[in-house]
Each structure stands twice: as C-alpha cells, then as structure tokens.
C-alpha cells in the first residue's frame, strides 16, 4: 500500500472502505462506504475543485461518510468517476485488504510489463464446489490425452492429429521452458483458452455489431470493404482477412469501448515494489480498469464516440503491447485466448456482413437502441440486440 514518503503523504487516493453485504434477490450487493481519506500535503488533488478549495484541503485529513452508490452494478464506471477526481492510482481498502486501483496507460504498463513478475500471483477467488467439477473435467481430458500418446509410443502407427493438449503435455515431458510446468499449468491454460475464448467471442460480436447498426455509414464501408475482397466467393479466407483494414479497425473501435472483462482479473504483489513513484506493499491486490483506459480522453480524441477511422493510420492494438487499449491484459497473465477469440471474431463478423444486409427492426431508430450493460465479471448487453437480416444476393 501506499506509505508516507518525505513525512509527506503521496497524491494518491487512500481510502479505508468497509463493505457491507446486503441480499437483494439473488445477488449480494456491497454497499461501500468511504470512511476517510489522506490528500497530499505536498501536491494538488488531481480533481475538478478550485485551486483554493485544493489549498483547503492541502493540509487536512479528510473524515466522512461517503455513500459510494451502486458501485457493485457498474464498478468500472464507479471507479472511473473516482479517478477523474483523484488521479490514475487509488488505493482502497476492502474491508483489511489493500486494492489498488489502476486507471491509466503508464500506470498499467509499470503493472503489466515493468513488473510484470511481481504482480503475476492471483488472489484465491474460487468457488469450491465449481473449481472442483472443473478440475476434475481437465484431469480427464489431460489423461486421456497423456494414455493416447502412450498407446502410440508403444505401438506406433494411428493417426497422426495432434491438438493443443499434445503440444502442452510435449512442453512437460522436454522440461525446456525454464520453469515449473506441471499438470496444474496445463489445465489451467486449456481452461482459459477455451473459456474464457469462447465467451469473448460472444461478448465482442454481440457489441460490434450493436455499433454498426447505431453507425449505418460504418457499416456501409465495412460492408463495401469485405465484399470487393471476398469478389463473389462462398468462403471467406485468411488471406482474405488480413486485406480487411476497415474490419480490423472496427473490432478494436469495439474492443476500445467495450472490453469483455473492464476490470481486469485481479492482480496479487509478490513484494514491495515502488510504483510511479509510490510504495506499494506485498500482498497488495491490483484491479486494472481496461473500461477507463480505453476511454481516456488524453489518449483518444472524442473518447465516447464509435470512431474506427482513428485505427486506420495507427499501429496500436489489443495484443498487449500497447497499455492504452489493453481489452486482454497484457504480460504473464494476458489472456492466452486473444488470438483463438479475434480470428473467430474477424471471420464471423466479415461473413456476417458479407452475406447479409442488417437493419433494427421497423420502427426502432439507431438513436434509441437500449445500450444497457448487464451486470457480472464479463459486460453484455442487458437487453439482447434484435436485428433484421437480409440475404444478399452473391
């Protein structure tokens, strides 16, 4: 966590939050309640406030009762409002647990790439009942896997078709990775993969195409691109697919303002570490809110607005690299399914907009569509998108 440095208290959010659950149907909804925090002594508040009332407050330690509404529904709206008034780096308390809250390009690459090892741990947030089915599921894919290769060491022949477990149990079996990589490791990374794959699939098709039926002239180039390239042909190809600038463009625009997961899996420090200049303490738990990022206005121009134009002429992309849009994470614990999930997206979608002419149903303007988030750890719509699609003649 954070601590005094100079006998000065850093410019960076430090609340002590006590969180009280309530039942509320079937959900538990955390009422979280500020009960003080420290601004610095030594530098303004990053707020909206007038410079005197910052002069005000330069020397106080602030005491209050301050209702943070509704902050388990949409947590990463909750938390960006915080951090337009306190800055990119908040640390909270939840409850005795340390969180620090990240909300900005270079903060979140100092986390995911400077000191990557350090806060590669996971806080144990699994439900028993459910980690045990699912583990007992993957010990049987693994072993099944781990009985054919065997079969076919001792008796040779078969059909030689391998698939991503054999790679996995071949990276076992030569011990050349450097590190310890067991049957934990494995089952770990195939339920990633295609769990958390297969979900984003649905998640980034659902809002993409929400946006090109909210943006007609979008979906008009887009439509205009994959067509002249797909030139008539049942099948789009992925030689096809790395022509499709404007498809490309569209799914980060998409990505940038919808991420699946907004707030990243969490994150555990393995030691102290100094963060922009801040002392963070072990077991200090990080959540990185991809949501902010990709809408920080001194990253993107018209940050709310679904432009994928911006994309065209620019390098930046989703694959970890660069922190500003960051829908995967990045580092140790990036998402291993990106790739698996994106070359489903670009195909479905291109097909999608090849073969199909799309409309809101008779009666529904574009200005009116329900944009409403669903609550839980991946954001969909609320409200499933309905939409008229017409055959288009090949």
């Given at each position: ?30 009422h979280v309640r500020s009960q003080s925090f420290h601004p610095s002594s030594s530098q303004p508040l990053k707020d909206r406030d007038s410079l005197e009332t910052q002069k005000q407050r330069k020397n106080t330690v602030a ?132 769990s958390a794959g297969t979900d984003t699939t649905y998640t980034v098709l659902e809002w993409v195409m929400t946006e090109l039926l909210r943006h007609p002239c979008a979906m008009n180039i887009l439509q205009t691109e994959v ?40 994150r555990l420090s393995t030691r102290d570490v100094k963060i922009q200049g801040y002392n963070i303490a072990a077991g200090t738990m990080v959540i990185t809110n991809a949501w902010t990022i990709g809408r920080d206005p001194s ?96």
């Amino acid at each position: 966590m954070a601590s005094e440095q100079d006998g000065k208290f850093p410019d960076i959010l430090h609340m002590k939050i006590q969180v009280e659950f309530h039942s509320r149907t079937s959900n538990i909804n955390p009422h979280v309640r500020s009960q003080s925090f420290h601004p610095s002594s030594s530098q303004p508040l990053k707020d909206r406030d007038s410079l005197e009332t910052q002069k005000q407050r330069k020397n106080t330690v602030a005491t209050g009762d301050v209702q943070l509404q509704r902050l388990s529904d949409y947590p990463h709206r909750s938390l960006q409002a915080l951090s337009r008034r306190y800055g990119p780096l908040m640390m909270l308390h939840f409850g005795s647990a340390p969180v620090l809250v990240v909300s900005s390009a270079d903060c979140a690459r100092d986390i995911l790439k400077t000191h990557d090892l350090i806060f590669s741990d996971r806080p144990n947030a699994k439900v028993e009942r459910v980690a045990r089915e699912f583990d007992q599921f993957l010990d049987e894919v693994v072993e099944e896997h781990r009985r054919k290769m065997e079969e076919k060491s001792i008796g040779g022949g078969g059909e030689d078709r391998r698939d991503f477990v054999d790679v996995l149990l071949d990276i076992e079996k030569d011990k050349t990775v450097g590190f310890a990589f067991g049957a934990d490791s494995i089952k770990a990374l195939v339920l990633d993969i295609f769990s958390a794959g297969t979900d984003t699939t649905y998640t980034v098709l659902e809002w993409v195409m929400t946006e090109l039926l909210r943006h007609p002239c979008a979906m008009n180039i887009l439509q205009t691109e994959v067509r002249k390239i797909a030139n008539g042909k049942p099948n789009i190809t992925h030689a096809d697919l790395e022509k499709m600038h404007y498809l490309r463009a569209v799914l980060k625009e998409t990505l940038r303002l919808h991420p699946p997961i907004p707030l990243l899996v969490p994150r555990l420090s393995t030691r102290d570490v100094k963060i922009q200049g801040y002392n963070i303490a072990a077991g200090t738990m990080v959540i990185t809110n991809a949501w902010t990022i990709g809408r920080d206005p001194s990253t993107w121009d018209e940050p709310d607005k679904f432009k994928p134009e911006r994309f065209l002429n620019s390098s930046v992309d989703f694959k970890g690299q660069d922190f500003e849009l960051i829908p995967f994470g990045a580092g140790r614990r990036g998402c291993p399914g990106t790739s698996f999930a994106m070359a489903t997206n670009e195909l479905v979608l291109a097909n999608l907009v090849n073969k199909f002419d799309w409309a809101l149903p008779e009666g529904l303007k574009a200005e009116d569509l329900d944009m409403t988030e669903c609550t839980g750890l991946t954001i969909h719509r609320k409200v499933h998108l309905l939409a008229v699609a017409t055959p288009f003649p090949s």
